[in-house]
Structures are given as C-alpha cells and as structure tokens.
C-alpha cells in the first residue's frame, strides 16, 4: 500500500532582489509502507526540503502530498501537528537531545505531549532503550554518551509515540563510518522487525546500501530511483 505520495511538489524561495531559489522543481514520488528509502544526491539539490515537506516541519509553494490516502493541508497547523506527533519520528544529524535531560527523560519527553500516564511513559522508553541496545544508560546524559549512543537515544526518542514513519536527515552525518554503520543496521532492524517505514537523506553509501530504494535528487528533481 502506498504510504506517502507527492504530486508534482514545488518549492521555492523568494528574495526581495527578484532572486529566486527553486529548491524542489516537481517532485513525484511514491513510497510504500514498510519501505526503507534513502535520498542522495549534491549538496543543495532539495534532500532535506524534500524530507522536511513530507514531515510537515515546512509547506510546498505548490503540489500535493498524500500520508496515508489523506491529503495534507499544510494551511491546518492542528492536523500538522497531530501527524508529526502520532505518525512521523524524526532523527536529526546533530541527534538534539535535551542536553538537561537523561536518556530515560529524553525518550518519555514526546510521550510527554501525547498525555501518556508517566508509569507507562516509563515503561516504554525501559523497552526502546533496550531496543537500541542502552539498557544500561537510562540516567547518562548527552554529555556522558557517545555520539552513536545518543543518536541512539534519539532513535528510540524517535519512536517513542509508536511512529509508522520515520524521518532522519543525515542521521549517521556526524558519527565515525563504523559507528555510522551500526546505527544504519539498526535502523533497518527496527525496519524489518516492526515494520516502521524509513526515509534518511545520506550522502553516506552504506546507508545508502541498507535501503530498498535509492532515490536521487539533482537541482530539485528525481534523477533516478533505484530499487
Ligand atoms: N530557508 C531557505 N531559504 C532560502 N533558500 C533555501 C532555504 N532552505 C533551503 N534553501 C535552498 O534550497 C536548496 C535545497 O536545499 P536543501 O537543504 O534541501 O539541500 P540538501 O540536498 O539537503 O543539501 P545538503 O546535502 O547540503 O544538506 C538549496 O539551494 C538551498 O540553498
Ligand atoms: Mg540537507
């Protein structure tokens, strides 16, 4: 089934001079559910407005995108929030952890704004951090982790509300390429273990690899996809 499609999405940005910047320059692309997809391509050519587009964090100037079957109104900020708060995860490449805040209390945060009870709140993020191999971690912060040991707190932060999507803008961009390889392998277990779909900009051939699709973006348009 398909998950998210857009349709001939454009966005651009205007400067008062008359400059214009297309950033996406009719994009159409389909992905299914459970599907682990990277995007690649130069430095500018739209990866990240891509991603930000489907994850509500910013509107197309024009074009239409599909969660579900569901157009998204992108004028409606309520719906916007409630989809990246029930819907979507996001992982970031600088992880944004709470930096005041341990791992145990990073993972219950977005928890936090879907009213869960606090007992459950902790249950769940016991379970994730275990998930992610951070059993033992739950009161370190940040700045007692490893890169990869918090961008693997961010991945369960990220899945803390049950997701069916989850968004990582070059999520293994700040990690050393080993380091940056077992967070790839994890996320694609999360993929196939509990059927969360993935979509990651990378400029990182062995993140690039753990996907099933490839998708690749030049001067805002899809280049090719490759299964
Ligand atoms: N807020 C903004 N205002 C003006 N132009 C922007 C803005 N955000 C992005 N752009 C422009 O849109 C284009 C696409 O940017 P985008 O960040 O999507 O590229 P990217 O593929 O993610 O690049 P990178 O690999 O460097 O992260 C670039 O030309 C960029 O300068
Ligand atoms: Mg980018």
Not at 13 to 27: H, P
Not at 115 to 130: D, F, G
Not at 150 to 171: G, M
């Amino acid at each position: 089934m398909t998950f998210i499609e857009t349709r001939d999405l454009e966005k651009y940005y205007t400067f008062g001079s008359g400059l214009r910047v297309d950033a996406l320059r009719g994009v159409n692309l389909k992905i299914e559910e459970g599907e682990f997809v990277s995007f690649m391509g130069p430095s500018g050519s739209g990866k990240s407005t891509l991603l930000n587009i489907i994850g509500c964090l910013d509107k197309p100037s024009s074009g239409r995108v599909f969660i579900e079957g569901n157009e998204v109104d992108y004028r409606n900020s309520s719906s916007l929030v409630s989809l990246r708060r029930q819907t979507i995860g996001f992982v970031f490449q600088a992880f944004n952890l709470i930096s005041t805040m341990n791992a145990m209390e990073n993972i219950c945060y977005p928890m936090h704004f879907n009213r869960i009870p606090t007992s459950r709140q902790k249950q769940r993020a016991t379970e994730l951090l275990n998930l992610v191999g951070l059993g033992d971690r739950m009161k370190h912060l940040p700045s007692e982790l490893s890169g990869g040991e918090q961008q693997r707190v961010a991945i369960a932060r990220a899945l803390a509300n049950s997701p069916r999507l989850i968004l990582a803008d070059e999520p293994t961009g700040n990690l050393d390429s080993e380091t940056g390889k077992k967070i790839a392998s994890l996320m694609r277990k999360i993929n196939q273990e509990h059927g969360v779909s993935f979509v990651v900009t990378t400029h990182d051939l062995e993140m690039a690899r753990t996907a099933d699709r490839v998708v690749k973006l030049k001067d805002g348009k899809i280049i090719s996809e490759a299964f």
